[in-house]
């Protein structure tokens, strides 16, 4: 296999006060022109995982040990300076809310021409490509979006400049943390079409962010599990939501409504709620929900481990039963 | 016929520019006991104006609401009072809809008091009760709403509901702000309810895989109108009218790996409610428009036993 082009070892990510555990321990790589999704419930340390690579974790909270292998250097300990060269050049992130993420009063040309600023790419070239950069991801006319600012625009179109913004160097990772979860069904649609559309077009790699199994089966070629901090299961998104054998992949997968359900069917619920990181540091944080969970599973962690069909954190996996 | 909603429209003014906003547009459906009816659409279709209008916290500019024959907006307090006790609204966010300062026991007793439902000494019984029947276990009556999860918040928020006795409870996309692993959960907790105290429901989502699961009719809307209406069946798995088709065509799909179905996506975006297009409001983004669309508004028509969709292209 080839290099990966990033590569996260063993990444513990805690509060800087109490040294609360957010992020236990977890390794994972992205390969040149792979989509890997992340996906896991709120509080299982995704968003804190991708906003590490870039350096942009909140206040408060810190990389307490382990690395992120980017081209030949360590991002957490490389300088503020080298991190800065490769944010929305090499590595760039678009965010659930563009409402947010786009400086409300600065027009949405000028917020592109910045980002050619900050790489001193601001030549004679620089308006054409601020022009094509809208052009690219679907803008209807860019000349007078230029001029205009974020409220005048629609979620959907937003998330387009959005778009058009991490792209316009063409990166060679995009980050992408839930950028559809707060748009209607058909403007995600597009979104996710126009996603993979610049995916095809530039060979980009992608770290996709979701709570949301439906938008990555169709969207990536990697699934990475959280859940409580920990990477649970990893495979490819076919055994992954095929032969999920991690009980909690599992049983989420089985949770969903389905499409061939008469209507009053009860749904495959999971027990109870997703603990707090901190407190499950020395068991299966899933132990307590699970069905299949033993006295080691209380008491030990379980390391992730290749199976038949995937790699697994559990001392039971679901195996071929199904 | 408990709930009858009769060519319902509502129009708020835009302050502004003077213009006005047609929220809802003649809207009918009617609902009987024990049954569930399941309302989709997208962001300004009207859904939740909907909601707010049959709970009666805002009127309609025209048409009718009856709830048992009764027409509400009554100004009449005892009637209103009466009303709102038979039906509850259950919200998105349990964040917001419940008061921070409040001990979750005691929010639950204010309904029990407003209504005098129970006499002083009985009140306290009835909250565990309550409690217990969403599955919160009565020591957490003490607590306030952000000493519980996301999953057990929603759960108070229904319990809330249920202290007035109601018989319909309208639930606005109550699963969509929780985890995906506890959003089953709750969904099987209001399947119970409505078993066990034969509630009727109005439950409204962007989520058709959730509606459903849960829906005995369905009602698609878009821009402030009912465009489909039918049995979960008929709507669901033999839709009619192409905007429902593209919304089916729009849900992520888990069970199908690799299936992309991007090239469907429907072209645009749902346009200004306050600058409405002419003919059908969905022809601008309709796959199978013709000029005839631009002129001509279509009515919702029906096509078999209990299914109608508005829509002048189908040839059925």
């Not at chain 1, 490389?78 to 786009?102: C, F, K, V, W």
């Not at chain 1, 027009?107 to 601020?130: C, I, N, T, W, Y």
Request: proline letters at 6%.
């Amino acid at each position: 296999m080839s290099k990966p082009l990033i590569e996260v070892k063993n990444l513990t990510i805690e509060t800087a006060e109490d040294s609360r555990t957010l992020v236990n321990n977890i390794s994972f790589e992205v390969f040149p022109g792979e989509a890997v999704g992340v996906v896991g419930e709120s509080g299982s340390g995704k968003t804190l995982t991708a906003l590490s690579i870039l350096g942009l974790l909140p206040r408060g909270v810190v990389a307490r040990s382990g690395e992120i292998n980017y081209s030949d250097s360590n991002l957490l300990t490389a300088s503020e300076e080298y991190r800065r060269s490769i944010r929305g050049n090499q590595i760039s992130m678009i965010y659930q809310d563009p409402m947010t993420a786009l400086n409300p009063v600065m027009k949405l040309g000028k917020q592109l021409f910045e980002v050619l600023e900050a790489h001193d790419l601001l030549d004679s070239e620089a308006p054409q490509r601020v022009f094509n950069a809208f052009k690219e991801v679907g803008i209807p006319e860019p000349d007078r979006a230029l001029v205009s600012y974020p409220h005048e625009f629609s979620g959907g179109m937003r998330q387009r400049v959005m778009i058009a913004m991490a792209m316009i160097l063409s990166p060679k990772l995009l980050i992408a943390d839930e950028p559809t979860t707060a748009l209607d069904v058909t403007i995600q649609q597009q979104i996710l079409a126009l996603v993979s559309e610049q995916r095809r077009k530039t060979g980009m790699s992608m770290l996709w962010i979701t709570h949301d199994l439906g938008v990555v089966a169709n969207l990536v070629d990697r699934v990475i599990v959280m859940y409580a901090g920990r990477i649970v299961e990893v495979g490819t998104v076919k055994e992954i939501f095929t032969n999920p054998q991690h009980p909690y992949t599992h049983g989420l997968l089985a949770s969903l409504p389905k499409s061939n359900v008469k209507s009053r069917e009860r749904l495959m619920a999971i027990p109870g709620v997703p603990p707090k990181p901190w407190l499950v540091e020395n068991s299966c944080a899933f132990s307590p929900r699970c069905t299949r969970a033993t006295t080691e599973c209380f008491n030990e962690t379980p390391s992730l481990k290749p199976n038949a069909f995937t790699k697994a954190a559990c001392f039971h996996e679901i195996g071929t039963s199904q | 016929m408990t709930l009858k909603i009769d060519n319902v429209g509502k129009q708020y003014k835009v302050r502004a520019s003077k213009a006005s906003i047609n929220a809802l547009n003649g809207v009918s459906v009617d609902l009987q006991v024990g049954q569930t009816l399941g309302i989709v659409g997208e962001s300004g279709c009207g859904k939740s104006t909907l909601a707010r209008l049959i709970v009666g916290l805002e009127k309609p500019t025209n048409g009718q609401i009856t709830w048992r024959e009764k027409p509400i907006g009554n100004k009449d307090s005892t009637t209103l009072k009466i009303y709102h006790s038979n039906i509850q609204l259950v919200f998105q966010d349990p964040y917001s809809s419940l008061n921070p300062r409040q001990k979750i026991g005691q929010c639950i007793s204010e309904v029990i008091k407003t209504h005098k439902l129970r006499a002083g000494s009985e009140i306290q019984k009835r909250v565990e009760q309550l409690l217990l029947e969403v599955g919160i276990s009565p020591d957490l009556q003490h607590r306030y709403p952000h000493q519980l999860s996301g999953g057990q918040r929603q759960r108070v928020s229904i319990a809330r509901a249920l202290a007035s006795e109601p018989d319909l409870l309208i639930l606005d996309e109550p699963v969509s702000a929780l985890d995906v692993s506890v959003r089953a959960d709750v969904m099987n907790l209001l399947f119970d309810l409505r078993e066990k105290f034969g509630l009727t429901y109005i439950f409204i989502s962007h989520d058709l895989s959730m509606v459903r699961h849960i829906s005995d009719f369905i009602a698609v809307m878009y821009l402030g109108k009912v465009v489909e209406y039918g049995s979960w069946s008929d709507v669901l798995d033999n839709p009619k009218h192409p905007y429902t088709k593209a919304l089916i065509d729009a849900m992520p799909d888990h069970e199908n790996v690799g299936a992309t179905k991007y090239e469907k996506a429907l072209l645009g975006e749902v346009p200004d409610p306050a600058n409405m297009p002419s003919g059908c409001a969905f022809h601008l983004r309709c796959p199978i428009a013709t000029p005839n669309c631009k002129v001509q508004t279509p009515e919702l028509i029906l096509i078999d036993t209990l299914h109608s969709v508005a829509c002048s292209e189908l040839k059925s």
